[in-house]
């Protein structure tokens, strides 16, 4: 008898040790996220293309981290010209760290071209690019209308 009810006590710790326990790596996996979300927040840029305010999903890479430096010191205008008939091409002014990769565009893509050019599609290409992010709230149709009927002028702030 006594056996039994060492071996039931012995499972009740055990069981109350695992419920316990497997509470705990949610806390861990709730603060990444929550520091993921805020490390979002803090990375939040807009964008305007002419008087047309857009919504834009960023990358999280270093290029986007000098593009969010270069507008916290203010807004950043880039004059841009339509290039071949699916893109809108600016220079930025400076060089920003590239991770060019073989990439074919989409409409709404934003790129970095050469380490100091930004580039809107508005059509799809394909070149070595260095993602910096998408326009989530434009259809391609509406992507043509802002871009596709001469030079714009891009700010980022």
């Not at 893509?109 to 434009?138: E, K, M, P």
């Amino acid at each position: 008898m006594k056996k039994r009810w060492l071996l039931l006590a012995t499972l009740a710790l055990l069981l109350a040790a695992c419920g316990s326990a497997g509470d705990k790596p949610n806390e861990p996996q709730q603060t990444a996220q929550s520091e993921q979300q805020t490390d979002r927040e803090e990375m939040t840029m807009r964008m305007k293309i002419a008087e047309t305010a857009v919504s834009v999903e960023w990358e999280a890479n270093e290029a986007v981290e000098a593009l969010q430096a270069l507008c916290a010191e203010g807004p950043l205008e880039i004059r841009m010209s339509m290039y071949g008939g699916f893109e809108q091409v600016g220079a930025i002014g400076t060089d920003l760290p590239r991770n060019d990769r073989q990439t074919t565009t989409q409409a709404g893509d934003i790129v970095l071209y050469a380490g100091d050019q930004i580039v809107v599609f508005y059509g799809t290409n394909s070149w070595a690019y260095t993602r910096l992010g998408r326009i989530t709230d434009q259809s391609a149709e509406d992507l043509a209308r802002l871009l596709g009927n001469g030079d714009v002028v891009l700010t980022i702030e």
